[in-house]
């Protein structure tokens, strides 16, 4: 598993960095979802507040990505060092970053831990849900989601079956959910931002503009065609820094 470390900057203050995070996968996006944003506003009201006023002013926060590897520990260090770099808003510095840094996943238990839905509140989610049909593009973003988890041995015969049904399908090389997996050492990353607003991270420009019929040298020179938004991130390796 890859991991990487990432900044938001704030565009109203000349992008100056406003929080630093260590995540995998599509983490670095999950500050700006309605939920994520939600717990945020008790948890971390000041992180909260920076990137309301960021979107009430018609801007976006600003998502670089410092480093990249697979040594979750280097990561972890990473994040640590630019914290400290920047200083905590607490300590007299720019971040609003509630701890130092370096934590992640270990020793520290999730913020729902030991929360039970009531039978009322289950009753409502289960009414709420059913009957409710997956589009396309959620089945395919489950699809990477799951693609790797160990399910129990698969019979001989269902090995027959899934290999008739794959065979020659052709597999496209960028992934849009899990960026990060299986990507090449300093591989060039895309921040594409679509036209109903929301960003992915990209690895493969050209497959992923002719997936979608896109002109990939008006997406990758001009910086954008069709309503999307294209924008070129630094390369970072393992050995960045």
Known sequence: ????????????????????????????YSHLRPSEQARAATDNPHKFHTINLIRQSGNKPTICFAWSGEDEQRAFWVER???????????????????????????????????HHSAETKK????????????DELKARLSLIRRGVKHAPCSDERKRKIGDANRGKKHKTYNRVRPYIGTPKAAQHWQVEFPDGHTELIVNLKEFSKDRNLNCG???????????????????SHDSI
């Not at 704030?10 to 670095?28: D, E």
């Not at 920047?86 to 270990?106: A, F, H, K, P």
């Not at 289960?126 to 009957?131: C, E, T």
Request: charged share 20%.
């Open 81 to 115: 060092f630019l914290i400290a770099l920047y200083g905590r808003s607490r300590d007299g510095g720019i971040l609003c970053n509630l701890t130092e840094g370096g934590e992640g996943s270990v020793g520290v238990s999730p913020w729902n831990k030991g929360q």
């Open 218 to 236: 008006h997406l990758g020179t001009r910086g954008h065609t069709k309503g999307y938004k294209a924008k070129k991130l630094p390369k970072y």
């Open 124 to 135: 409502k989610i289960g009414d709420a849900n059913r009957g409710r049909k997956q589009s």
């Open 1 to 28: 598993m890859l991991y990487y470390v990432y900044i938001y900057a704030n565009p109203l203050k000349n992008n100056q960095p406003f929080y630093i995070g260590k995540g995998h996968n599509s983490r670095a």
